[in-house]
C-alpha cells in the first residue's frame, strides 16, 4: 500500500501561483505513474497531469498546459505540481494519485487506472 499526503494549497488571487506537493510512503513503486486529479464542486474528477518517477514525458490534461507544470523528486518520494496563472475555475480540491504500474497514453489521465489516493488539498482562486 502507498501513503500519499498533499501539501500546498490555499487561497490565491487570480494570476497567482501556487506549488502543490505529494509525498509518497509505503511500497512505492519506481516503474509506477503518478498523477494530479481535481475535483470542482458539484463536478467530476479531472485530470490534470501524470508523470513516472522515471523517464518518460510528463502528460497533461489540454486545458492545463503551459500553466501547470508537474515534476519530481525521486529522492524525497514527493511530487510537484506548479501551477501558475491561476483563474478562479481553478478552484479545486487537488488529489495526487499513484497506479500499482507504469501507464502509457492517455490511459494516464483515467481515475480508475490509480489505486491509491491522497486526502486532497482545497486550492481556491479568488477574482
Known amino acids: 500500500q502507498v501513503q500519499l499526503a498533499e501539501s500546498g494549497g490555499g487561497l490565491v488571487q487570480a494570476g497567482g501561483s501556487l506549488r502543490l506537493s505529494c509525498a509518497a510512503s509505503?511500497?512505492?513503486?519506481?516503474?509506477?505513474?503518478m498523477g494530479w486529479f481535481r475535483q470542482r464542486p458539484g463536478e467530476e474528477r479531472e485530470f490534470v497531469a501524470a508523470?513516472?518517477?522515471?523517464?518518460?514525458?510528463?502528460y497533461y490534461a489540454d486545458s492545463m498546459k503551459g500553466r501547470f507544470t508537474v515534476s519530481r523528486d525521486s529522492a524525497k518520494n514527493t511530487m510537484y505540481l506548479q501551477m501558475n496563472s491561476l483563474r478562479p475555475e481553478d478552484t479545486a480540491v487537488y488529489f495526487c494519485?499513484?497506479?500499482?504500474?507504469?501507464?502509457?497514453?492517455?490511459?494516464?489521465?483515467?481515475?480508475?487506472?490509480?489505486?491509491?489516493w491522497g486526502q486532497g488539498t482545497q486550492v481556491t482562486v479568488s477574482s
Open positions: 508523470i513516472n518517477w522515471i523517464g518518460d514525458t510528463p
Open positions: 494519485a499513484a497506479a500499482e504500474f507504469r501507464l502509457y497514453g492517455s490511459v494516464r489521465s483515467l481515475s480508475s487506472r490509480y489505486n491509491n
Open positions: 509505503g511500497r512505492t513503486r519506481i516503474d509506477a505513474t
